[in-house]
């Protein structure tokens, strides 16, 4: 048996349509949300999970209304090309609706961060601390510091031979000059190519992250005055696009299922996925080339991302005659003698022995089915828990704590995307190999090491930490790879023709659950303790994910079957054993 590619290339579309979106809104709407209306790691992580907590209703049900729709374009073409319309329509207004508080917040922040300049002084929009001087607010940020290293990283700094105030205060209030040490009291003159007087390196590592921060939180402490209105219409028009994107996503990738045989899933879904890197490609390469022009250019964005959807849903109602796909699948199950209705697979019992589903007892090879299935559910809740967490923030990590600029921190996010990539293909066969268990433990190892490795040598400003985290990151992206290419068939492994929408809801409400708190808990410990503790929090999830997988026994990929022998040549062979 063969995976029919041409016709899983076609049903790619609608998932490039859903990745086209999402690349694009979970990179581009935290800086929106950020520069727009200062909001907190906290604030800004509730916001960035209530699209999936309203996900965790909307998807099952659309999931179970598609699996009993019969229309004649089939079950789960009509959602999909509504759902896109609508989608695409509404999503220009999300940036339009903030565009006067972006503005403001623009301003504001180049007053605030201009702390170089001579004759600097600030007071707070609350009134709680003025500043006559660059001293002041220098020494403000370094007491900061020692509650949220967001401000003043003290730890960074000691490990770097500043272990002092008056070192610190030394670089703070001499930002065009570099200090070769502690001892150093003079310093020389920093500047570029031209010979220009330029920021050193030491004030980019050791300040200028504490001055962002800053000013995020005077551009909240503006918009919570000027711009409560503008926030309410953005939420309610980015609460529309949410409900019409949930409508369609069940069935864009319950249509994989509806039209593979279950033992060629995996490398089906490899196929989807590396479409879905497409969708992801295409919004990246707008975003990026839009931020490197302009970096609030964030109205272009969302037009040119709502215009590439429109053009893949083209795509996809001239390829895919979803009827005539189902036809072909059952075709295909009855030349090999399967269904997708069939559930059986081996039982494995605690001493590890295999016993066929025959010999089995059903109830318990139900109860351990559930159990199984729980499980998944469960591991994928936790891996969704620690790495989405990452991937919610990241924009904001590499814009305020790595102190690159938008557009290239959407280079080093694209470099991720597009090396892990390459591993779509090759990631599906290893399922056949090893199993789609073993392959998902392997991807959750390599996410940990990434983590860990961020964590330790990457969470720091600094060039050589662009780089590190650029390294390190594409380690968890080749482990995200190896995950969503194998969880998502051991979910409907467990399903029937009949209910693969539910049980792709059913995932959905597993992944979107976790989607919905972490970027706020995750945004809890960063206020705390500072950006670089996002990592040690996502590193325990998906070693929480892990100890879970272990204790799967279902679901898991099986031989590929041999073609079923016509009844001819059964009556041939068994004339010829005869004779």
């Known amino acids: 048996m063969k995976l029919n590619v041409k016709n899983t290339i076609k049903v790619g579309f609608a998932f490039a349509i859903v990745m086209t979106f999402w690349g694009a809104y979970d990179f581009v709407i935290p800086l929106l949300l950020e520069n727009a209306f200062g909001l907190s790691h906290t604030m800004r992580g509730l916001i960035m999970g209530l699209d999936n907590l309203l996900s965790l209703f909307m998807l099952p049900l659309f999931g179970k209304l598609s699996d009993k729709t019969n229309t004649k374009w089939g079950r789960r073409t009509p959602y999909i090309f509504i759902g896109t319309i609508i989608s695409c329509v509404l999503m220009i207004f999300v940036p339009i609706s903030a565009n006067r508080a972006l503005k403001d917040g623009m301003a504001l922040r180049e007053q605030i961060t201009q702390t170089h300049v001579a004759g600097y ?248 089915k559930m159990i199984s299935f729980f499980l998944i559910l469960a591991s994928i809740f936790m891996w969704f828990m620690g790495y989405n967490a990452v991937g919610s923030t990241l924009s904001i990590f590499l814009t305020k704590t790595l102190l690159v600029s938008p557009g290239w921190a959407s280079i080093v996010s694209g470099i991720s995307m597009g090396i892990s990539a390459i591993a779509f293909i090759p990631v599906g066969m290893l399922a056949v190999k090893i199993g789609r268990r073993k392959s998902i433990i392997l991807g959750f190892g390599l996410a940990v090491l990434s983590f860990l490795l961020i964590f330790l040598f990457a969470a720091m400003p600094g060039k050589a930490s662009v780089y590190l985290f650029t390294v390190f990151y594409l380690i968890a992206g080749f482990g995200l790879i190896i995950a969503n290419v194998n969880t998502f068939p051991m979910v409907v492994e467990l399903s029937s023709a009949s209910d693969v929408g539910k049980y792709t809801g059913l995932y959905y409400t597993a992944t979107m659950s976790a989607q919905a708190i972490t970027p706020f808990i995750a945004g809890i410990f960063m206020d705390k303790y500072g950006s670089r503790y996002l990592f040690l929090y996502s590193l325990c999830c998906v070693i929480l994910a892990i100890v879970l997988m272990f204790f799967v026994k279902h679901g898991d990929s099986k031989p590929l079957p041999k073609k079923k022998k016509s009844e001819e040549e059964a009556v041939e062979k068994v004339e010829a054993e005869a004779i």
């Open 121 to 368: 002084s600030y007071k707070t929009l609350d009134g709680k601390h003025e500043f006559k001087n660059q001293t002041e607010i220098y020494e403000f940020l370094y007491e900061k510091g020692k509650e949220n290293s967001d401000y003043a990283d003290h730890d960074y700094m000691e490990k770097s031979g500043i272990k002092t105030k008056e070192h610190y205060l030394r670089i703070a209030t001499n930002p065009f000059t570099n200090f070769k040490d502690a001892e150093d009291l003079t310093g020389t003159p920093n500047v570029d190519k031209k010979g220009n007087p330029a920021i050193s390196t030491n004030y980019k590592n050791f300040v200028q992250a504490g001055i962002n921060n800053f000013a995020s939180n005077e551009v909240g402490v503006s918009a919570k005055t000027n711009h409560v209105a503008s926030l309410v219409i953005y939420m309610i028009i980015l609460f529309l696009v949410l409900v019409a994107m949930a409508t369609f996503r069940s069935p864009a990738v319950a249509l994989m299922p509806d039209v593979t045989p279950k033992p060629l899933r995996s490398q089906a879904n490899a196929i989807i996925n590396l479409a879905g890197g497409i969708g992801g490609a295409i919004s990246f390469l707008i975003y990026t080339i839009t931020l490197m022009i302009n970096p609030t250019g964030f109205i272009a964005i969302f037009v040119a991302v709502a215009c590439a959807m429109a053009l893949l849903l083209v795509g996809f109602m001239l390829l895919v005659n979803e009827k005539k796909l189902l036809k072909e699948c059952e075709e295909v199950c009855a030349e090999y003698g399967i269904s997708n209705d069939d559930t059986d697979e081996e039982l494995v019992k605690a001493d590890g022995t295999l016993v066929s589903e025959v010999a089995a007892d059903p109830a318990e090879l139900k109860r351990a």
